[in-house]
């Protein structure tokens, strides 16, 4: 291969492997509208947020608390806290989304979320989700880190009509 042609190829291969590892957009079904309204909502302005609520994750994989009430139109700073020793996650979503995520993260362990309604956080480490929930009804999270949610680290948004 042509020296100058080596470094353009590194490149295109590098960007068609990503392309391939990020095709499913958000992992439920590959449509990623993360600033449309979405069957959970969408992202919120933190600004506009009119509570906050902690989560704290440990290593019995539980949520603290894992049942939440917030009502239909409200915008939720969610303060995620790892408390425990390994990484665990924070996903928003659907159950057949949080299902399907499931199932990438058991290909992709290590996979990192660049995502609004999803926060990853080593041992110790604290970050947050700012969401708008537009539409009464349920929304599930879980942690999607390989074994995690099999052993019961999930929770439930109740959100009320308004």
């Known amino acids: 291969m042509n020296n100058n042609l080596f ?10 492997l990503s392309a391939t590892v990020f095709a499913g957009g958000n992992h439920a079904g590959g449509h990623s509208h993360d ?9 919120g302005i933190a600004a506009k947020a009119s509570r906050s609520i902690t989560v704290e994750m440990t290593d019995n994989m539980r949520f603290t608390p894992s049942d939440i009430k917030v009502k239909q139109g409200e915008t939720v700073r969610f303060i995620v806290k790892n408390n425990g020793q390994v990484k665990h996650e924070l996903s928003l979503g659907t ?3 949080l299902l399907e995520h499931l199932e990438v993260m058991k290909k ?8 609004p309604s999803k926060v990853t956080l080593d041992p110790g480490k604290q970050g947050e989700i700012i969401w708008q929930f537009t539409k009464a009804g ?25």
């Open 95 to 97: 159950q057949k989304e």
């Open 138 to 162: 349920t929304v599930n999270f879980a942690c999607l880190m390989p074994g995690h949610y099999e052993s019961g680290m999930k929770g439930m948004i109740k959100v009320g009509k308004k």
């Open 7 to 16: 470094p353009k190829f590194l490149a295109l291969s590098a960007l068609s």
């Open 35 to 43: 600033h449309e309204d979405s069957a959970i909502g969408k992202p």
């Open 108 to 115: 992709f362990p290590d996979m990192e979320h660049d995502e």
